[in-house]
């Protein structure tokens, strides 16, 4: 009975709501998905009913819906909010609803299918490129790494800005290099642009990577995208320091060498001078008897 009675519910309640959304199926809010990178910023979603136009709203902060221009009766599924996502540091949310086909009847329209985004704060969000470096070999074991701040799409008094004119002093970079064929990794970050890397052994090979740092974001997206890597070849005449621990090598192996051999020698000298004796002694008593 009651199963019956939940069955009409359920019917009666997908009617109604079929009626009031012109059968179109609800719009799925986990569909609807910012995707971002260096401040460019586009919306992407699912349309419940691709026969109809969307229009995309959105939000500062909680405040009043307003219009995204370029998306307003679209029937794309995503919408570019690069330039409505500024400043930067506030918390957007957008509103996407699906269009009734006789645009002019607000009447209806409330009752349209719409899906909210997920908030979303660029500053805090986007997603950091791989960043592009170049790596100079300074000698004596210094390095000198240029990084490429990655561009933005946004576009300041005819400028193109980077993550860097934007970040500021929270753009830190995580400088990660190993000695050329070894595995041992070590890590630096950098508050610049341009790095030096001092100490590291002279005339010696170095392999580095280099990825965006921005440590004052959460854990999850503190990190860019881990640049390729960039070798130095290291100097093949250098050998001051390879000659010291070859030096001590050579002359432990030669010092072993010479104990070997010296000790085989003795060793064979004292058998020889036995079996020479023991044959006199055999000789001597076999006269005897
Ligand atoms: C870093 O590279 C840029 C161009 O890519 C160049 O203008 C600048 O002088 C370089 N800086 C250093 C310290 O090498």
């Known amino acids: 009975m009651a199963s019956g009675r939940a069955a009409l519910c359920l019917g009666v309640c997908m009617a109604a709501w079929m009626i009031a959304a012109d059968g179109i199926a609800p719009f ?129 008094k005819g400028r193109q800005l980077t993550i860097r004119d934007i970040l500021k002093k929270d753009l830190q970079y995580k400088i990660s290099y190993n000695k050329a064929g070894s595995t041992g990794k070590r890590d630096l970050t950098w508050e610049s642009s341009v790095a030096e890397v001092t100490g590291l052994d002279a005339g010696q090979g170095y392999c580095f990577r280099v990825a965006a740092f921005i440590p004052s974001r959460p854990k999850k997206t503190q990190y860019g995208s881990l640049s390729l890597q960039q070798c130095t070849k290291g100097d093949p005449n250098f050998v001051q320091e390879l000659s010291v621990g070859a030096l001590v090598g050579g002359i432990l192996v030669l010092i072993v060498v010479l104990a070997i051999i010296a000790a085989v020698a003795v060793i064979c000298c004292r058998r020889k001078n036995k079996g020479t004796r023991t044959l006199q002694q055999t000789q001597q008593s076999s006269t005897v008897v």
């Open 28 to 156: 799925k809010e986990e569909s609807v998905r910012w995707v971002s990178v260096d401040f460019k910023t586009t919306l992407h979603w699912v349309s419940p009913s691709p026969q109809h136009t969307v229009s995309v709203y959105y939000s500062r902060d909680g405040g009043d819906w307003e219009e995204v221009r370029d998306c307003i009766q679209i029937s794309e599924e995503e919408c570019d909010l690069t330039n409505q996502l500024i400043p930067y540091k506030w918390n957007y949310t957008a509103d996407i609803k699906v269009e009734s086909e006789d645009g002019d009847s607000d009447y209806t329209t409330e009752d349209m299918p719409h899906a909210y985004s997920p908030g979303f704060n660029p500053y805090r969000d986007t997603f950091i490129s791989a960043v592009e470096f170049t790596v100079e070999d300074k000698g004596a074991g210094n390095f000198i790494i240029n990084i490429t701040d990655p561009l933005t799409s946004i576009h300041e």
